[in-house]
T-cell receptor, first 113, second 110 residues
Framework: SQTIHQWPATLVQPVGSPLSLECTVE??????LYWYRQAAGRGLQLLFY??????ISSEVPQNLSASRPQDRQFILSSKKLLLSDSGFYLC????????????FGPGTRLTVT | RKEVEQDPGPFNVPEGATVAFNCTYS??????FFWYRQDCRKEPKLLMSVYSSGNEDGRFTAQLNRASQYISLLIRDSKLSDSATYLCVVIGAGSYQLTFGKGTKLSVIP
């Protein structure tokens, strides 16, 4: 069966510090991968998606970036965090394209202070 | 009109009650629809897909009304464990036009 992992589970970072969140999927090959952010009182916002290694599409311009160095690894990064980057970051995968159901990892709760 | 709208609730219902949520969407070309459940401070989990013909999974029934552009979720015989936030997801035509509603909070009371 497929499983998706994210780490760390929680993170407190000062403004201006870098960020690296990691997501890995097991039990499937060539999944579509997604990064979302859920801010307090707001819906999930799609940040990035990837259909394959090295292929990243950005949905929202911001100071975040994503990379997919391996088939089942998806990384979310920032060089300098802003207060507004605080939120619940969720990685998800789907078997095929955007019309498919998506399965979420446990998430990383980021607080920027 | 917002892309996807849900009544935020909370819906407070007694155990055994039937409760229904609606989710309206603005993009008439939307193609796929889902309901997710999210427990407090947890990740969303897929509850069910929503098909044009309607679909049922145990106590849960999902329906799609394309003419009026809404999807619905009906929960029968509510259990305490049904307490959660229910998110609707609408996926539009084109690449990755995926929009989550903000969710409807349900509290089932003993």
């Amino acid at each position: 069966s497929q499983t998706i992992h994210q780490w760390p589970a929680t993170l407190v970072q000062p403004v201006g510090s870098p960020l690296s969140l990691e997501c890995t999927v097991e039990g499937t090959s060539n999944p579509n991968l997604y990064w979302y952010r859920q801010a307090a009182g707001r819906g999930l916002q799609l940040l990035f998606y990837s259909v394959g290694i090295g292929q990243i599409s950005s949905e929202v311009p911001q100071n975040l970036s994503a990379s997919r160095p391996q088939d089942r690894q998806f990384i979310l990064s920032s060089k300098k965090l802003l207060l507004s980057d605080s939120g619940f970051y969720l990685c998800a995968w789907s078997v095929t394209g955007p019309l498919d159901e998506q399965y979420f990892g446990p998430g990383t709760r980021l607080t920027v202070t | 009109r917002k892309e996807v709208e849900q009544d935020p609730g909370p819906f407070n219902v007694p155990e055994g009650a039937t409760v229904a949520f609606n989710c309206t969407y603005s993009n008439s070309a939307s193609q796929s629809f889902f309901w997710y459940r999210q427990d407090c401070r947890k990740e969303p989990k897929l509850l069910m897909s929503v098909y044009s013909s309607g679909n049922e999974d145990g106590r849960f029934t999902a329906q799609l009304n394309r003419a009026s552009q809404y999807i619905s979720l009906l929960i029968r015989d509510s259990k305490l464990s049904d307490s959660a936030t229910y998110l609707c997801v609408v996926i539009g035509a084109g690449s990755y036009q995926l929009t989550f509603g903000k969710g409807t909070k349900l509290s089932v009371i003993p």
